[in-house]
């Protein structure tokens, strides 16, 4: 096994059925921007009536169909928040609190050690969350993922993941392994992938490689590191 192979994220999704939620994080490889994106994906009815919107440069997820909604509260949240010289990502509403944290100058891992995974069980599904720090025409990021400890949920096992931010290289972050019943959570480090400099090409790449019949959303961001230009691709299953 190669451990500093930058994998092609396509290759590492396509046959994949459910690898449920993910975040990445990373540099084009021209060094010039920095790169986020997040996806969502879904198996239960109440889980792909979601689309993603964006507002004022937020990206939340709502209901495609209101009048389906069963249950919003682990469904429906702010996917992506910005405070600052800092860009939050997280795949529930951990974001909320990581922004409140951050505005009252404390840190990432402080306001994630109040959190939990979700309350879903059998699966327990991770939380999993990314932040971006900018600075000096460069930026730094973070990941983290809380699971549970073991079958039972009977506690939360808690893992940050820091890194300097290096052109070409991103690390990508998800919930699930693959489908199973219940579902088998993400275990090691954030896997090493590619993050070139098209967004069009990333954004292609991630949304192909996705299960077609269980992907929902997903949102790219890039954010010029000299400019502060920020472009960005969103799509929706549901239109």
Same mark, same amino acid.
């Given at each position: 096994?190669?451990?500093?192979?930058?994998?092609?994220?396509?290759?590492?999704?396509?046959?994949?059925?459910?690898?449920?939620?993910?975040?990445?994080?990373?540099?084009?490889?021209?060094?010039?921007?920095?790169?986020?994106?997040?996806?969502?994906?879904?198996?239960?009815?109440?889980?792909?009536?979601?689309?993603?919107?964006?507002?004022?440069?937020?990206?939340?997820?709502?209901?495609?169909?209101?009048?389906?909604?069963?249950?919003?509260?682990?469904?429906?949240?702010?996917?992506?928040?910005?405070?600052?010289?800092?860009?939050?990502?997280?795949?529930?509403?951990?974001?909320?609190?990581?922004?409140?944290?951050?505005?009252?100058?404390?840190?990432?891992?402080? *306001? &994630?050690?109040?959190?939990?995974?979700?309350?879903?069980?059998?699966? #327990? $599904?991770?939380?999993?969350? /990314?932040?971006? =720090?900018?600075?000096?025409?460069?930026?730094?990021?973070?990941?983290?993922?809380?699971?549970?400890?073991?079958?039972?949920?009977?506690?939360?096992?808690?893992?940050?993941?820091?890194?300097?931010?290096?052109?070409?290289?991103?690390?990508?972050?998800?919930?699930?392994?693959?489908?199973?019943?219940?579902?088998?959570?993400?275990?090691?480090?954030?896997?090493?992938?590619?993050?070139?400099?098209?967004?069009?090409?990333?954004?292609?790449?991630?949304?192909? *490689? &996705?299960?077609?019949?269980?992907?929902?959303?997903?949102?790219?961001? #890039? $954010?010029?590191?000299?400019? /502060?230009?920020? =472009?960005?691709?969103?799509?929706?299953?549901?239109?």
């Amino acid at each position: 096994m190669e451990i500093y192979k930058i994998n092609d994220i396509g290759e590492l999704i396509t046959g994949n059925s459910y690898v449920g939620r993910g975040i990445v994080i990373g540099k084009t490889e021209d060094g010039t921007k920095a790169a986020a994106a997040y996806f969502i994906m879904g198996r239960s009815a109440n889980s792909r009536n979601r689309i993603f919107t964006e507002k004022d440069g937020e990206v939340f997820t709502e209901p495609f169909d209101a009048s389906k909604v069963q249950d919003p509260s682990l469904i429906i949240y702010a996917a992506i928040r910005s405070y600052e010289n800092r860009l939050i990502v997280t795949n529930g509403n951990q974001t909320d609190t990581i922004y409140d944290f951050v505005k009252g100058g404390k840190s990432f891992t402080e *306001a &994630l050690a109040t959190r939990e995974f979700e309350p879903d069980a059998p699966n #327990y $599904t991770p939380r999993i969350s /990314g932040m971006l =720090t900018f600075k000096d025409n460069d930026f730094t990021y973070e990941l983290n993922i809380l699971k549970s400890i073991d079958p039972e949920g009977t506690d939360c096992a808690r893992y940050t993941f820091s890194y300097p931010a290096k052109a070409g290289l991103g690390h990508f972050l998800h919930t699930y392994v693959c489908d199973g019943n219940p579902i088998p959570t993400f275990q090691g480090e954030p896997e090493r992938v590619l993050i070139p400099d098209s967004i069009d090409e990333f954004t292609e790449t991630l949304w192909n *490689a &996705l299960d077609p019949d269980n992907k929902i959303s997903l949102y790219v961001r #890039y $954010t010029d590191l000299w400019t /502060g230009e920020i =472009t960005n691709r969103l799509v929706n299953k549901n239109r």
